[in-house]
């Protein structure tokens, strides 16, 4: 018998229909529709359907939890859609802000390239990326998300530095919970027992 393919997984992962997973998906797909009108100069609707596309995040995971069909499959879903929408974040910005990449330069790179040495770093150390549910990464990840709106409101990129330094603290904690020995996804912060 051959292995479902993905978009069937997707579908129908473990042969029920999962509507979470759809919404996941469908943050990834937004993603082109707001390139095409930053592109086109249309600023405050690219800035709607970004928030259309960041409320995912919230949806999928309590419909997930609410349908009780919370999958491992979902959630490594969840994580890879989530990292290509932030790599996407940086190209919003980019294209709404000129000139931010050359002006905000070290924190963007904290914000963007952190994580990114994060996990080849978890992966050396243990030989597999681990991805903490730090109360410290939500926090991050909610400014992370809310970044490119928040400049667009208040028109201030002191934003940027504040999320990066929420998220370069957040992987700063995580390898020291593994250097401590922590391999619980699940652990609230960088100092929980080491299980």
């Not at 018998?1 to 473990?14: A, C, D, I």
């Not at 709607?48 to 879903?77: E, P």
Request: aromatic share 10%.
């Amino acid at each position: 018998m051959r292995p479902p393919g993905l978009l069937s997984r997707l579908l129908t992962e473990g042969g029920a229909w999962k509507p979470a997973n759809l919404v996941t998906l469908s943050r990834g797909l937004l993603i082109a529709p707001v390139l095409a009108l930053l592109l086109a100069g249309w600023r405050w609707p690219a800035l709607a359907v970004y928030g259309l596309a960041a409320a995912t995040d919230l949806v999928d995971g309590w419909l997930a939890r609410r349908s009780g069909q919370a999958s491992a499959f979902g959630a490594q879903l969840d994580a890879a859609v989530d990292n290509v929408f932030s790599v996407a974040i940086l190209a919003f910005l980019a294209l709404d802000l000129p000139g931010v990449l050359e002006r905000q330069a070290t924190p963007l790179l904290i914000l963007f390239g952190g994580p990114l040495a994060y996990l080849a770093l978890s992966w050396l150390l243990r030989r597999r990326v681990l991805m903490f549910h730090f109360w410290s990464a939500k926090a991050g990840a909610v400014l992370l998300f809310c970044l490119w709106p928040l400049i667009a409101v208040t028109g201030w990129e002191g934003w940027i530095w504040i999320a990066a330094a929420v998220v370069g603290f957040s992987r700063l904690e995580q390898i020291v919970y593994i250097l401590r020995g922590g391999q619980a996804l699940n652990a609230p912060h960088g100092l929980a027992p080491v299980t």
